[in-house]
């Protein structure tokens, strides 16, 4: 088993937890606190990107699971 988790919050963040290495677009390293998880934004409206500064809850972001189930449900799927 990995020693790192990943968890999508219902609705919010990617919590990582365990040791990793973030890294930026330039492959350049991102300072994390050591033994602490860390939020990584889902919802694109952090102004902290890549990490969640809690603009989910007010921009009230649906996750995946709860966009597909509104699709399925205007077009009549179960
Ligand atoms: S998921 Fe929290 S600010 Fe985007």
């Known amino acids: ?8 919050l219902k609705d919010g963040p990617l919590k990582i937890e ?3 290495e973030l890294l930026d677009a ?4 991102i300072e994390t606190r050591a033994g602490k998880a ?4 889902r919802c694109g409206g952090s102004k902290k990107k890549p990490f969640c500064d809690g603009t989910h809850s007010k ?3 649906a ?5 597909v189930a509104a699709v399925s449900g ?4 179960s």
């Open 74 to 77: 205007e077009r009549g799927e």
């Open 38 to 41: 860390i939020f990584l934004c």
């Open 63 to 67: 996750g995946a699971e709860a966009a």
């Open 1 to 8: 088993m990995s020693d790192v988790k990943a968890t999508v």
């Open 18 to 20: 365990g040791p990793i």
């Open 26 to 29: 330039d492959g350049s390293p």
């Open 59 to 61: 921009i009230g972001f």
